[in-house]
């Protein structure tokens, strides 16, 4: 999975519709869920079950507030240009500030996805007792982070000057962006996998009814559909 392009690229024809709208309807109802989905999962722990929030809540608590920030820096590129025709747009559009908010994006994306995988991992914790698994989590860990801090690490220093990467007036040197993008999107891949697949013999094991075990590995199942969304950007 790589970050939303913030590149305006030039078409042959001026004939397709302006997808800003779309932009800004996908993200919104993509964190509309999102916000749901954590709201419901807080209001269960802490109202149903009556338990403290737990670290995994707290880490997925601020990969939403960054995710948050994400689509809002996303809904801000669509006025100065994002989704838009260089045919469509007026004389005077501010690239720059178009280019330092897909630049700010980029960090915010790869350490979002990260602390999302994390947050998953410290819940795996909860759930698996046995030393082989918990030593495979921490090695798991230890990948995700590291993937999530290089990579953010990357993307802000992918000129030299920094300041290149908004502006290309400014003399220096950029190593190659999609190459970055692509790695990401492989690296995070293979982790997803290995994160959905990882519970799914031990959920087959436990000692529960046949239609319980098939509805717990089916809910894995519908997450592993991420995986495959990720593959198709």
Not at 4 to 11: E, F, L, N, S, Y
Not at 121 to 147: C, D, G, H, N
Not at 223 to 231: C, E, P
Request: charged letters at 10%.
């Amino acid at each position: 999975m790589a970050p939303t392009t913030g590149a305006i690229t030039q078409r042959n024809s001026h004939t397709e519709a302006s997808l800003s709208e779309e932009v800004i309807a996908i993200v919104t109802v993509f964190q509309f869920f999102a916000s749901l989905a954590l709201a419901l999962r807080l209001w269960t722990r802490l109202r149903i079950q009556r338990l403290r929030l737990g670290a995994d809540d707290w880490v997925i608590l601020v990969a939403w507030a960054l995710d948050l920030a994400l689509g809002t820096i996303i809904g801000f590129q669509t006025r100065y240009g994002l989704g838009k025709h260089i045919a469509d747009l007026p004389p005077d559009i501010d690239f720059i500030t178009s280019n330092i908010l897909f630049y700010a994006h980029q960090p915010i994306y790869y350490i979002s996805v990260s602390l999302t995988k994390v947050s998953i991992i410290v819940f795996y914790f909860k759930l698996f007792p046995q030393e082989s698994y918990r030593a495979f989590l921490w090695v798991m860990m230890v990948i995700v982070i590291l993937t999530g801090v290089a990579t953010a690490v990357a993307g802000v220093f992918q000129c030299n000057p920094i300041a290149r990467a908004w502006d290309a007036s400014i003399p220096g040197t950029c190593f190659n962006q999609p190459a970055l993008f692509f790695a990401n999107a492989a690296l995070n891949i293979v982790e997803d996998l290995i994160l959905y697949i990882l519970p799914i013999q031990i959920l087959w094991n436990m000692n529960l009814p046949l239609k319980q075990r098939i509805a717990l590995i089916g809910i894995f199942v519908v997450g592993g559909l991420t995986i495959i969304a990720g593959i198709g950007e």
